[in-house]
């Protein structure tokens, strides 16, 4: 038994033919960890493409739904912001407003901050607002699939619509406190009046809720906010 080596089942003896099935058994071996090593590349490039694909087609299938019965149905008008839109553009995107980027601008700038830690990319987007909304009517849970769903349907809508079309789309349905959902039933009920109608200081005081719709419990401190909003659109250039 000493003088003998087996690969696989077939025993051999002789001092030539140990020497040859050795060889035959470390080539053999090489190519089965060479086989498993690329398989496993593969299956490492492959499995999160893929995985990527699926989420790219439900975000945009989220999009659909919006487009058909939610806030996307019109669609929305390109049409110049009225002054309550353009206080609320300001006071919360005016650092990304209509930025573009390749591929698109909420992908960029979410490299940019893991890639470059140096650089500071400040500010949301009104293309990152609209696809949490639309995408949390179709995935509530805030999970890590809900947050890639909403980074990609940001960046199809993006591809779909201005910045001035996806801020009307999210402020249809935006909350604005006291169970007032969209920027027209906020005008009527606070203010009695159609969002075009807004003078600066009511247009500030609607933006400020956006953020902090309790403030609406708190009227002193809602003024010094809504004031602070009226001075930086006063101060900022068209969005």
Known sequence: MSDRVVCGVAPVTGKSARSRTASSCILGFMKTV???????????V?????????????????????ERNGVLRGPPSDAALTGAERTIAIAEFSSTWNGRRA??????????AATEPGVRVSGSSVSMALSTMIVTEV???????????????????????????????????????????GIENAAQSL?????????PSE?????????????????????????????????APPP
């Open 34 to 44: 060479r086989t498993i090593v690329l398989v496993g590349l593969i299956a490492v």
């Open 46 to 66: 492959t499995v999160p493409a893929l995985a990527l694909v699926v989420l790219w087609t439900q975000a945009g299938a989220a999009i659909t739904d919006a």
């Open 103 to 112: 591929p698109c601008r909420t992908d960029a700038n979410l490299w940019t």
């Open 139 to 181: 995935e509530p849970a805030r999970s890590l699939r809900w947050q890639f769903q909403r980074v990609l349907a940001a960046c199809q809508l993006e591809q779909r619509y201005s910045d001035t079309q996806m801020l009307r789309g999210w402020l249809s349905n935006a909350y604005f406190g006291a169970r007032q959902l």
């Open 191 to 199: 203010f009695g009046q159609d969002v075009e109608d807004l003078d």
């Open 203 to 235: 247009s500030a005081r609607l933006a400020a809720l956006l953020r902090a719709p309790r403030l609406r419990d708190d009227p002193g401190r809602w003024e010094q906010r809504a004031r602070q909003i009226e001075e930086r659109v006063a101060a």
